[in-house]
């Protein structure tokens, strides 16, 4: 009697022979080719397509601040930011006020902040409250409460109402 197979696993590739003698590392299978695309698309980055009334045609750009207010010390961490938005509008009423100023002026202005706002279910963070109180001096903010979804339906609606409570005591207009 021959003893039971043991159950397939997935097997990493250490070191096979690649074409021309290129050496292949990783891992066989589909995963590997969708974390290769991944990879590309967030190198290269890519097109973002959104729907707005009657035909309107929109140039989208997003600009990611990955890991603001992670550091130790977030004194004053917004001022990069504010002098961001500060320098795009300026740099656009420079072009806008010169005597022969180009047809078509880059519109490289923030119009709107969505500021994720970490789902703690509790109040708003001082710095969250401090950030969007001087951001919304300057610039549309959208607060938005980020993965929603960890929370249950009950816990949203009350974060939701003590994000609005927080907004309207520190006079934060969105």
Not at 6 to 12: F, G, L, Q, T, V
Not at 37 to 57: A, L, R
Not at 92 to 98: N, P, Q, V
Request: hydrophobic share 40%.
């Amino acid at each position: 009697m021959e003893p039971p197979a043991a159950p397939e696993e997935e097997m990493p590739l250490t070191a096979a022979p690649g074409p021309a003698g290129c050496q292949l590392f990783g891992y066989v299978g589909i995963e590997a080719v969708l974390d290769q695309m991944k990879i590309k698309t967030m190198k290269m980055g890519f097109e973002f397509n959104i729907m707005v009334e009657k035909g309107v045609k929109m140039k989208l750009t997003v600009t990611d601040t990955p890991g603001f207010g992670d550091q130790i010390n977030n004194e004053n961490c917004w001022d990069p930011i504010i002098k961001y938005i500060n320098e795009q509008y300026e740099r656009y009423l420079r072009e806008e006020i010169l005597i022969t100023r180009k047809r078509k002026i880059p519109d490289t202005r923030v119009h709107g902040c969505v500021y994720f706002v970490p789902p703690t279910g509790h109040w708003l963070r001082p710095l969250d409250l401090e950030f969007m109180r001087r951001l919304s001096k300057i610039v549309n903010v959208v607060p938005v409460i980020a993965k929603a979804d960890t929370l249950t339906l009950e816990e949203r609606a009350e974060f939701k109402q003590r994000i609005q409570e927080d907004l309207k005591t520190h006079a934060i207009s969105v």
